[in-house]
């Protein structure tokens, strides 16, 4: 208790000139503090019922809205891959033959000539250059380009992450009010899990995250999936590079994540375990929710295709033709 007065009575030191650019650690360390004093502020302030513990549930309620106000984001992304599916990708395929002869068409006026396969190799080369081009100008076109989509949503959820999982971390620490309640299986919100239950399932849920999207799968799109997968392998047995597929890099990603969030979940505080939790389970179900929505747009827009090719063409009418004033008069 004397070291705790000392410490409490010692002057704060704040640096004499802060530096221009950016935050100074100090003030970094306040705003830190802030944090955790309007997260006490609020638990105390919510009408929570008197069977709820107010801490636990708080962090539930905070982390929900704070991924609430992040959906927007996570739809714009979805947007942008939808654009891509529909409208760059189908316009780049309805360019590749015509590229292929335009290129065709250059090399004999420029009169290149070779045995077949130097031929082929230069059509190839010059072939991807023109593609690639045209692919650049698509994305940028329909506003789909990939890397802001695969990275700005996920990014966007990093700082909310690291300043929860900060602000927890530090009120977790003695001495805290969190000592005084529990939640589930944790006997008090400032010290890990002792029976693992909330770290399993925090693996599990994020596992689950991962794997979401082959649920609503169909057999033909789990055909074409494992075709795609046989496909790249024996490309990368023959020597050759295989498609990357950003996708599933994502998906072995988050698969040792999965993984690694179980250990480190071990020995994080409950407070904190808790927040990775519900964050991850809201994730399962936005995922779960756009998935589900994107498969049948997929379906709807095949059905449509289908139904387009197969339906026979419409007889042309006949029109009558307009006969004059006198043949009308002979006529009746």
């Avoid at 502020?41 to 992040?70: E, G, K, V």
């Avoid at 494992?226 to 698969?255: D, F, T, V």
């Avoid at 589900?292 to 029109?319: G, Y």
């Amino acid at each position: 208790m004397l070291v705790l007065r000392h410490v409490q009575l010692r002057p704060r030191r704040l640096p004499a000139f802060p530096p221009r650019h950016g935050q100074s650690p100090a003030n970094r360390r306040y705003f830190i503090q802030n944090l955790c004093d309007g997260f006490l502020d609020l638990a105390i302030a919510l009408p929570i019922p008197p069977s709820l513990p107010p801490y636990s549930t708080t962090i539930i309620l905070t982390t929900i809205l704070a991924r609430f106000a992040l959906l927007p984001v996570s739809i714009w992304g979805k947007q942008r891959a939808w654009r891509m599916e529909e409208q760059a990708i189908p316009e780049l395929e309805r360019m590749k033959p015509i590229v292929s002869k335009q290129v065709l068409e250059e090399m004999k006026s420029k009169g290149i000539h070779g045995d077949k396969t130097y031929l082929q190799e230069v059509h190839k080369k010059r072939s991807i250059e023109v593609l690639s081009n045209l692919r650049k100008n698509l994305f940028k076109k329909y506003k789909c380009r990939p890397l802001p989509t695969i990275l700005v949503p996920p990014l966007t959820q990093l700082p909310v992450f690291i300043l929860g999982t900060i602000m927890l971390g530090r009120l977790s620490l003695d001495p805290t009010p969190f000592d005084s309640e529990s939640f589930l299986t944790l006997s008090t919100l400032a010290h890990p899990d002792p029976t693992m239950t909330l770290p399993i399932i925090l693996g599990v849920a994020t596992m689950a995250n991962v794997e979401s999207s082959n649920w609503v799968m169909n057999a033909a799109e789990r055909e074409r999936e494992r075709q795609i997968e046989e496909q790249n392998a024996k490309i990368l047995a023959a020597g050759g590079k295989p498609q990357i597929r950003p996708r599933a890099l994502i998906k072995s990603g988050l698969r040792v994540l999965s993984i690694g969030r179980i250990i480190i979940a071990a020995v994080a505080p409950g407070s904190v375990t808790l927040f990775w939790l519900t964050s991850a389970t809201f994730g399962l179900i936005q995922t779960w929710i756009i998935d589900w929505l994107d498969i049948r747009r997929r379906r709807r827009n095949a059905a449509a295709r289908i139904q387009t090719v197969s339906a026979p063409p419409r007889p042309a009418l006949r029109t009558r033709p307009k006969l004059s004033r006198s043949q009308e008069v002979k006529r009746s």
